[in-house]
């Protein structure tokens, strides 16, 4: 039994580990991505977003939605609208662009959702519009989508053609909400900066 043991020792603990986040992931349904808050990747690489936001202030004047800070190529980094630490993933939908001292500061809190989210919408749509308007945005977008936007339905719901501003928001906010409603009931203190 100890020689099975030892020779099958990676794949007897792989099975642990997966039943251990099987169980996890039962006790606790409000809590999404147990697994990659367990074993973090190792690098997060949020080059390809910070290219397309890059590009977008090149072709249109854009302020950030904190502190409507206006964006350059220099001072953009890219924040976690819900933070990081409870969603435990980089989809597109949940980036949006801010000054570095802005996202240090907010840092794992979750922005006040009356006062940000509609100007997450208005910076998500002109992103969404842009998309549409110039092909090499087009392009930029898609390279990140293959990294950054995961789901097919939500890709779908978000990004297809024609969408008004006001269908744009309220399918934003469809796939929003219940996240950030969780990421409340959880304990993520709620942020707003201070000027």
């Known amino acids: 039994m100890a020689d099975y043991i030892e020779r099958n020792y990676e794949i007897i603990e792989g099975w642990v580990e997966l039943n251990l986040i099987q169980y996890l992931q039962r006790r606790n349904p409000s809590v999404p991505g147990i697994v990659d808050k367990l074993y973090p990747p190792k690098e997060r690489n949020l080059e390809k977003v910070k290219k397309y936001w890059k590009m977008l202030v090149s072709i249109k004047p854009i302020c950030e939605i904190y502190g409507e800070n206006s964006l350059n190529e220099k ?20 980036l949006t662009p801010t000054t570095r001292s802005i996202n240090s500061s907010k840092s794992n809190s979750l922005p006040d959702w009356n006062r940000y989210f509609p100007l997450l919408c208005k910076m998500e749509y002109l992103s969404y519009e842009l998309m549409w308007e110039y092909p090499e945005v087009h392009k930029a977008f898609d390279k990140c989508a293959k990294e950054h936007l995961n789901n097919p339905g939500i890709r779908h719901k978000l990004y297809q053609r024609g969408l008004s501003e006001t269908e744009f928001s309220g399918r934003l906010e469809e796939v929003m909400l219940p996240v950030y409603q969780s990421a409340k009931s959880m304990g993520f203190s709620s942020w707003s900066l201070r000027t």
């Open 75 to 94: 001072n953009i980094s890219i924040d976690h609208f819900v933070p990081w630490s409870f969603v435990a993933h980089d989809e597109l939908w949940n």
